[in-house]
């Protein structure tokens, strides 16, 4: 095996796993796929140490637990759970996950539904939490149609904001408008920001959620609001957005950097929990826009790194 493009991803055989010390096996009926996690594959991520060869990608699983390791309370056995795995281990039919990594799935909510709430949910939620969105402000959300974006779109609906989504290409835009949004711009065309600008009577937006990063999160930060805040949680360009804290200070712009999702971990629980309600209200749903079987996990990763995919990507095993 060896890093690189997504055929490195093939199916293969392992040995069941055994729960050790404080963790359970889920038999996993759905797997999480990340952008992250392609990078990871190819070798070039920043944020995660790289995995020794070889290795079974997937961060997040959903599925019931099968058996409990040593010092784990045996009521968990048979429970729907999402079981963090760390960084790898996931794409299999059965994986370990630590017992103070379960998140119990309430009743009535399906796996993929599930899992698409807690991770891509606790991110947007804790996102807007920490940029603090108030009624009738506007709020630009870049790559709008991704897990996290959908996500981002109806929270700052439901916060009282007006919403103007950017992605890339008209299934896309469709869909940001579907969700809700006042406005949906193609961040393909050259003159996307000036089109940001007249939805927002020239003032720019008050808010900025930047998953993309790169040339296009460097364009929404210049047209970002005076006293507005300028919120970085992706890089799928492949360039975070660095903002320089005395170039913010001239604009008068809150910058808050992706080191925010550092700090986000603690709180995950309670952002999945408060998602999760929020879907059984109906104010928010999550947008599942492909799965694929375990078998073509490769498939998956390329969707996702070919800007085909819309919303969330999941395998089902």
Known sequence: MRFGGPEVLV???APDPVAGAGQVVVD??????????TQIRRGVDKWHARPSLPYVPGGLVAGRVRSVGPQVDPAWLGRRVIGGTGETGGF??????????????PDGLGLPEAIALHSDGSTAQGLIEKAGIGPGEWVLVEAAAGGVGSLLVQLARSAGARVVGAARGARKLDLIRELGADAAVDYSEPAWTKRVLEQTGGAGPDVVFDGVGGQIGRAAFEVTARGGRFSVHGASSGEATLIDSAEAR?????AIGIEQLFDFGPNVVRWAERMMSQAAAGLVRPVIG?????ERAADAHAAI??????GKTLLLI
């Open 11 to 13: 199916p293969g055989e």
């Open 28 to 37: 996993v009926a759905v797997a999480g796929v990340t952008f992250v996690e």
């Open 92 to 105: 299999a039919e059965r994986a370990v996950a630590e017992v103070q990594e379960l998140f119990p799935v």
């Open 250 to 254: 001239l604009k008068g712009v809150d």
């Open 290 to 294: 492909q799965t694929f079987p375990l």
């Open 305 to 310: 790194e070919n800007r085909t995919a819309i």
